[in-house]
């Protein structure tokens, strides 16, 4: 079957988390209650308000009077579900599972939402701290400071070193603000584009898990993201081999891929998934290789992975609630200081006319 154009299905279709989720969870519960799938598509089709998703449902309902199967008509849209989705759906069908595997796919796709939501809702607060710092600093430059400078040339009184600075610093910024300006916005667009190269990308996502604070989350959202997934395809019915390559894919950090796809591979030459995670103590902490560990000698890996998942979850929890405790005063003191530092250029000479004038 062919499959859209790269370049039309990634600008025009597209689905949210929540728009996957519940499109799981709807057919899940039409199906459970007896519907055919063909039924439920076509009752999903009426309550969706989503031009992107009637297009999806009008290809897939087409399918499937086709002959085809869910899944079959599922890889026209590989890059908007992902292996993961479709692969689960596939192994329902076959097993005959079929809405067992939508609970559990649209329960993954709820935590996965929740997990995204935690890990942005964890540096809300550092950007609207440093939005606000750069706000009072940019007033206190551009329009505070070039009404009181003229003031401070004038007066017969030893400027300090905190007030020349500042006044170099002022009169650069309003004589050069545009060109600063539009240099920040060139180094960012170039950023975006470098991080675009994949070489560059892999380099950033390598240095991510060297950076003090950054490569704990970096680190748990990875683990979190390995462990579901593979206990959930695994639990499935999904075979190790096939489970770690599509698991691979749904990863975050290139390292962990690499590492992932390392293991898949490790595992067709007959060794076992443990004793890669425990050479690999940096990536992968004792008691996550030790479970995995207890999970091939029980045989209920999928069991193991799962319990891991919910675990580094709550783990991820403390980690952000620990960050934004330690970042909340650390960036106050911050824009205290920048602040302080602004307000002690204008002060500080202010001060020593009227020590002046009293004498």
Do not use: C
Not at 350 to 356: E, F, L, N
Request: charged share 20%; no cysteine; aromatic share 10%.
């Amino acid at each position: 079957m062919e499959e859209l154009k790269p370049s039309f299905n990634r600008f025009f279709f597209r689905l949210s988390l929540k728009e996957k989720m519940l499109f799981a969870r709807n057919l899940e519960v039409m199906i459970s209650s007896g519907m055919q799938i063909l039924q439920s598509l076509e009752i999903l089709k009426k309550q969706t308000r989503s031009k992107v998703f009637i297009s999806i449902l009008d290809q897939l309902i087409m399918d499937l009077k086709n002959g085809h199967f869910l899944s079959v008509g599922l890889e026209r849209y590989r890059s908007i579900f992902g292996e993961f989705f479709i692969n689960l759906i596939r192994v329902g069908e076959a097993s005959g599972t079929l809405s067992e595997n939508l609970k559990y796919l649209s329960e993954e796709i709820s935590k996965k939402a929740e997990l995204k939501k935690k890990v942005k809702g964890a540096m809300v607060y550092p950007i609207i701290i440093l939005v606000a710092t750069l706000g009072i600093t940019g007033i206190l430059t551009f329009f505070i400071f070039p009404k009181i400078l003229p003031v401070l040339k004038n007066i017969n009184v030893p400027l300090p070193g905190i007030t020349l600075f500042f006044i170099w610093f002022s009169e650069f910024m309003l004589a050069n603000g545009l060109w600063v300006l539009l240099g920040m916005v060139a180094l960012i667009i170039g950023t975006i584009l470098l991080l675009r190269i994949q070489s560059v990308r892999e380099r950033w996502q390598a240095a991510q898990l060297h950076i003090p604070i950054l490569n704990n989350m970096v680190k748990t959202v990875n683990l979190i993201t390995f462990a579901r997934t593979l206990g959930l395809l695994l639990k499935a019915g999904v075979k190790i081999v096939e489970a770690m390559e599509i698991t691979s894919n749904t990863l975050s950090n290139a390292v962990y891929r690499k590492e992932v796809k390392a293991i898949s591979e490790n595992i067709r030459q007959g060794d076992s998934m443990s004793s890669h995670l425990i050479s690999r103590p940096n990536l992968f902490p004792p008691l996550f290789s030790q479970m995995i560990l207890v999970g091939e000698n029980t045989g209920k890996m999928d069991e193991s992975f799962l319990f891991l998942g919910n675990f580094y979850e709550s783990e991820m929890d403390e980690a952000t609630k620990s960050m934004s405790n330690f970042m909340e005063p650390a960036l106050l003191l911050l824009m205290g200081l920048i602040v302080g530092f602004v307000a002690l250029a204008i002060i500080t000479p202010i001060y020593k006319v009227t020590q002046t004038l009293g004498r």
